[in-house]
């Protein structure tokens, strides 16, 4: 697989950050340069970026693999990230991932048919004291999701993607 130029150009300004023998320091920050403009992180894709950093293909996949803001399958426009750790489950993060899942016809892990929502749990987000909580694109968190607040959420998702 080869990157486009527009991305190459941003995986050269990120590698030059580093010294030669420390490229894989960029691991992070090119791997979310590559999920950004290609949707998710392929194995053509990790094996093409350990080649341009001159690391083993090994380690960049440890890497997509050890952190859940990375996909390593396409995802629906609308990643929902249920935190189930065990503070949330005694705040019901599991029911919430549950309710979710029910609304959307789709097991954790799935994608809604529509292709708008995937779904998965994932560990702590580190905000217990307000649990349940989840991540909405590995970008905003909220707080206190209970079902209403759940299903207001995707209705409103549902409504920006129309």
Do not use: W
Not at 29 to 57: K, N, R, T
Not at 63 to 91: D, E, H, I, S, W
Not at 126 to 131: L, T, V
């Amino acid at each position: 697989m080869n990157f486009s130029d527009t991305t190459l150009a941003r995986l050269d300004k990120e590698a030059a950050k580093y010294p030669a023998e420390h490229r894989l320091s960029a691991v992070m920050a090119c791997l979310a340069i590559v999920q950004h403009e290609q949707g998710h992180v392929s194995p053509e894709a990790e094996d093409a970026l350990a080649a341009y950093l001159g690391v083993a293909a090994i380690a960049v996949h440890e890497v997509t693999t050890f952190y859940n803001m990375y996909n390593a399958r396409p995802v629906g426009r609308f990643k929902l990230n249920v935190c189930t750790n065990l503070p949330c489950q005694l705040r019901d993060g599991d029911k919430a991932l549950a309710h979710v899942c029910e609304k959307l016809g789709i097991e954790p892990y799935g994608t809604s048919a529509d292709g708008l929502f995937t779904v998965q749990p994932c560990e702590c987000l580190g905000a217990c004291a307000d649990a349940p909580v989840m991540l909405v694109n590995d970008r905003q968190m909220l707080s206190f999701m209970s079902h209403e607040r759940l299903d207001e959420l995707i209705a409103m998702l549902k409504a920006s993607d129309a």
